[in-house]
């Protein structure tokens, strides 16, 4: 029973580049979460996506950012021309879509570091 | 939006003791409140959650608590273990549709042999 997957583990960009992480769902999950975290922070909220339609993107920068959840394949999130403030840790979520409240489970992580 | 708060940012406890982590959150239409613990380098994993309809929830030496008057709910770890030690943070959700969850700054509890 594979959890939530993500890759890669770790990512290095050099300015300007561009970043690309996956996220697969936990089996039978439908809904995706993207969360930024940045050194001794909290997470913070980027984007909620179900399979082919952006719920709430609220989170997400208006420029270089952008998230999509095709109907075959894991969830990708894209930052294009990457600057050094893009380096945090990426988590991504997933929940089964069934009902309100739903448990949230991560997966590990991509660690991106733009040098 | 929804905005949460979470005390303290560190705690130090000796092995055996209880340990106490407080967040409040500001938008009453909240009802939903799990708590996460994150070791170095690895994923949030959830560890208890609670549901507005009840006041405590409890799970072996972890106990949730809430208050929805006061709009704070609480972390209760007892006997505590080194391996207790990790970073804590709590969140909310509004649970609708728009699934979102709004997290603190996180708890790094030390637990000392």
């Known amino acids: 029973n594979a959890g939530v997957m993500q890759n890669p583990r770790h990512l290095v960009r050099r300015r300007g580049q561009e970043a690309r992480l996956r996220c697969s769902p936990m089996k039978g999950h439908s809904h995706v979460y993207w969360y930024r975290q940045l050194p001794e922070e909290g997470l913070k909220f980027m984007v909620y996506?179900?399979?082919?339609?952006?719920?709430?993107e609220s989170g997400m920068p208006k420029e270089r950012f952008s998230a999509e959840f095709p109907k075959e394949g894991p969830s990708i999130l894209r930052i294009q021309q990457v600057v050094r403030g893009d380096s945090a840790a990426y988590f991504c979520?997933?929940?089964?879509?069934?009902?309100?409240?739903?448990?949230?489970?991560f997966g590990p992580g991509t660690r991106l570091l733009v040098l | 939006g929804e905005n949460v708060e979470q005390h303290p940012s560190t705690l130090s406890v000796q092995e055996g003791d209880s340990a106490v982590i407080k967040c409040t959150y500001s938008?009453?239409?909240?009802?939903?409140f799990p708590w996460y613990k994150q070791e170095l380098g690895k994923r949030p994993q959830l560890i208890i959650d609670?549901?507005?309809?009840?006041g405590e929830k409890k799970d072996q030496r972890i106990a949730v608590t809430l208050n929805k008057t006061a709009k704070h709910f609480s972390l209760h770890i007892t006997e505590t273990q080194p391996e207790d030690s990790a970073v804590y943070f709590c969140?909310?959700?509004?649970?609708?549709?728009?699934?979102?969850?709004?997290f603190g700054r996180g708890t790094q509890l030390t637990v000392w042999p």
């Open positions: 969140a909310a959700n509004k649970g609708s549709t728009l699934g979102r969850l709004y």
């Open positions: 938008d009453s239409a909240s009802n939903y």
């Open positions: 979520a997933s929940s089964s879509g069934t009902g309100i409240q739903e448990t949230q489970y």
């Open positions: 609670i549901r507005s309809n009840v």
């Open positions: 996506l179900q399979k082919e339609n952006i719920i709430d």
